[in-house]
C-alpha cells in the first residue's frame, strides 16, 4: 500500500543498506520500482541490487532530468533535506511507502515521503511530518506528533502524547515514555529511556536518558 494515488514506477534514492530495505518495502507493498539512482555506488552495493533484481539508473541528475515518484534510501536527516529540495524542486514527487507488514490505525495523518518499515504499529490519532523513516519494529501510540525528517531507528517505542521534533535521531531500541517531548534536532542515543523532556540540539544516552 502507498499513499500517493495509483501504483507508479518508484525510484529509490541510494543503493545503500537503507535504500534496498526500502526496495523490499516499496515492492511488497505492490509497488513497481523502476530502479535506483545513487551518486556514488560501491562495487558491493551495485552487485545486491543486481541480487535483488534492480538496477541503478544513474545518478541524482538522471532522477532530476526524469522527474516522477521516489522514496529517499537514505538514513541521516540531513541528507534526506538536502536531495529531498533538490527533487522537489526539480519537479519530482516523494511517495509515501508503508510495507505490508506494518499496522497503522485510524486518524494517522503522514507527510510526503514518510516511510514505514516491517513490524511497525502506530495506534490512533498520530501525526507523522514528511520524510521520516520509522525503522522495522517501532511502535508510536495515540496522541503523539513526529515532525519532519525524524529517524527512528529499529525497535523505538515512542509512547502515547509524545511530540518529537524535526530532525530527532533516535538510536535501536531507544524508549521515550509518555508525554515526553523530544526537541528538534536531538539525538537519543541506542537503548537509552526518555522520562523527561530533551531539549533541543542536544543528545542523550542510558536509563534513565541524560
Ligand atoms: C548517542 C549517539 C548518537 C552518540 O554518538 P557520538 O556523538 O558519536 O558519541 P560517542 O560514540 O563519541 O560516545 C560518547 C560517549 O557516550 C557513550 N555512549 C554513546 N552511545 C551510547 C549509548 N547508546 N548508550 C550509552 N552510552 C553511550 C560512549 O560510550 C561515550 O562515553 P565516554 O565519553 O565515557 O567514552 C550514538 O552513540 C548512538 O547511540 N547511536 C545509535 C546508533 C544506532 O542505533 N543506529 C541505528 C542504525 S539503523
Do not use: K
Not at 42 to 69: F, K, Y
Not at 80 to 109: E, F, Y
Not at 174 to 194: D, E
Amino acid at each position: 500500500m502507498t499513499g500517493d494515488g495509483p501504483a507508479r514506477e518508484l525510484v529509490i534514492v541510494g543503493a545503500g543498506g537503507h535504500g534496498r530495505e526500502l526496495f523490499d518495502a516499496a515492492t511488497r507493498a505492490g509497488r513497481p520500482v523502476l530502479g535506483f539512482v545513487d551518486d556514488s555506488p560501491t562495487g558491493e552495493n551495485r552487485a545486491r541490487v543486481d541480487r535483488l533484481g534492480s538496477a541503478i539508473l544513474g545518478d541524482l541528475a538522471w532522477l532530476e532530468a526524469h522527474p516522477g515518484p521516489y522514496a529517499l534510501g537514505i538514513g541521516t536527516s540531513a541528507a534526506r533535506r538536502r536531495l529531498a529540495a533538490r527533487l522537489d524542486a526539480a519537479g519530482a514527487r516523494a511517495a509515501t511507502v508503508i510495507h505490508p507488514g506494518a499496522t497503522v490505525g485510524p486518524d494517522v495523518r503522514l507527510g510526503d515521503g514518510v516511510v514505514i518499515f516491517d513490524r511497525v504499529t502506530i495506534t490512533t490519532n498520530v501525526e507523522i511530518g514528511a520524510h521520516t523513516h520509522l525503522n522495522v519494529g517501532c511502535a508510536v501510540q495515540h496522541d503523539s506528533t513526529l515532525g519532519a525528517y525524524v529517524q527512528l531507528s529499529p525497535g523505538v517505542f515512542v509512547n502515547g502524547d509524545c511530540t518529537i521534533g524535526d530532525d530527532v535521531f533516535c538510536g535501536t531500541g531507544a524508549i521515550v515514555t509518555r508525554g515526553c517531548s523530544v526537541g528538534v534536532g536531538a539525538r537519543v542515543g541506542a537503548g537509552a529511556v526518555v522520562l523527561d523532556d530533551v531539549a533541543p540540539g542536544t543528545t542523550v544516552v542510558g536509563v534513565p536518558a541524560r
